[in-house]
């Protein structure tokens, strides 16, 4: 079928009959299982990784880092590959090269190869990922997707919390004698059950009017967040040597020309990566501006918690995991009660309440690791994260839906796209700026007793910096509307905003 064709193809409702569906859907979900729990699962293993495999620091960011940027620069051009070629057959090269990649990360010989391998499973799930609910979309009939949509925000809630849990026992289990590897190789089985089943029970879906590919606009992106990021985190390490502070001013040049480059591209085809004209709308250009500073925060904060507890302290990973307990349950919890009961009654105010009641909560923190030290215990680590997972739920659950709520229809997939990319890319940049904020005020060389009052001190610097962060973001959300419209994919944003819908279209056409 040629695109003219496709452009004026009916689309027909996804049949209500069709068993296979339900298969379908729990293969979907079970991927994105899969990437959340990767992005959690890692940070609890870090310092076991750090341990055995002798990997500096600035290796332990790229781990987490090098996951976020890949993810991040892929994202949109994920979608539109689905867009083009079919979301099924780009779900699947997405979960096989996600499951090859795995097995590489479990299998590394040395750190050099761990970066390496994250890198590339990053860029699988960025292949994986945007599939997800349009695949959905294109499954289920419109009166099912509210059902399903709920499904997927208890999925993302699972993933919240299992993440950390399982990194630690998976960790402290030292299966076969593995260390941390199993982390990594659990993903074996699972994808390869996915890529068998999915072969047999999705349906084939591809937009009506797909997207070129922009694959300049993509390059542009990766060149300047590598010559931001890499200079941040080899920038202490090697002495902060003056071809650091050149790259990260021509990130800023390369960032211009991104923008003249989308700016023709736009107009010379229709095709952009990045809609140039959505940043004419201010609840979304303010939006972009609270994800990216959100990212930011919650990059720094994770990595050098999970340091924190395990090197500063000295806890066991379990310990560890079972520490955040309390945060993830309490992100859930206000996730739900944000959504349902406090957005439609305040609006914005919700989003910000969130953002300053997460701000006390890290006040909370600092002033408690800094009166107990190195005797601080779970149970008083367990009020300051309550409250900031109580704010952080009230945040990320609907903060896509107030971000696109004035964004023009037609544009909301490449809307939700940027959002998301915009998201990663914050937190790889909040990765690359633990060196500044957390190693930037510890020795390099410290003996065995002086480890655990540094990292503390580091700590406590670190939060001081997240806390600036969430004033900000409270600041900038004065901007977004006060009362955010209601979309029809709003589930979809209120489930989880880091797996929404990164394609250009809305109604896929079924292909037999």
Known sequence: MHSTDIAHAPTPEPATGDRRRWFALAIVMTAAFM??????IVNIAVPSIQRDEGATFSQIQWITAGYALAFAAGLVTGGRLGDIHGRKRVFLVGIGGFTVASALCGLAVNPEMLVASRILQGAMAALMVPQVLSIVHATFPAHERGKVFGLFGAIVGLGAVSGPLLGALLTEGNLFGLEWRPIFLINLPVGVAALFLGSRFITESKAPRALKLDLPGVAL????????????????????????????????????????????????DGSPLIELSLFRVKSFA?????????????????????????????????????????FSVAVSVAAGMSVQQLVPRFGRKVLQA???????????????????????????????????????????????????????????????????????????????????????????????????????????????????????????????????????????????????????????????
């Open 35 to 40: 990437d959340l729990v990767d992005v959690t």
């Open 221 to 268: 992106v990766t060149l300047a967040l590598l010559m931001l990021l890499y200079p941040l985190t080899r920038g202490r390490e090697l002495g902060w040597p003056v071809w650091g502070y050149v790259s990260m001013a021509g990130a800023l040049v390369v960032f211009a020309a991104l923008v003249a480059y989308e700016r023709a591209k736009g107009a010379r």
């Open 286 to 326: 303010a939006g972009i501006a609270v994800q990216t500073v959100f990212g930011v925060g919650l990059g720094v904060f994770f990595l050098v918690w999970t340091l924190y507890m395990q090197i500063g302290l000295g806890w066991s990973a379990l310990r560890a995991g079972l520490t955040g307990v309390p």
């Open 354 to 512: 969130g953002a300053l009641v997460m701000a006390a909560g890290v006040l909370i923190y600092l002033a408690e690791a800094d009166h107990y030290g190195l005797g601080i215990t779970s149970w008083q680590m367990a009020l300051p994260l309550v409250v900031m997972g109580a704010g952080m739920g009230l945040i990320v659950a609907p903060l896509t839906d107030a971000v696109l709520s004035e964004v023009p229809r037609e544009h909301a997939g490449s809307a939700s796209g940027l959002i998301n990319t915009v998201q990663q890319m914050g937190h790889a940049l909040g990765l690359g700026l633990v060196s500044v904020v957390f190693f930037g005020v510890i020795d390099e060389r410290l003996a065995p007793a002086e480890v655990g009052p540094a990292f503390v001190d580091g700590f406590t610097h670190a939060l001081g910096w997240v806390a600036a962060v969430l004033g900000a973001i409270f600041l900038l959300m004065f901007a977004l509307p006060k009362r955010p419209a209601q979309h029809v994919e709003g589930a979809a944003g209120a489930a989880g905003a880091a797996e929404a819908p990164v394609t250009g279209e809305k109604e896929p056409e079924l292909v037999p």
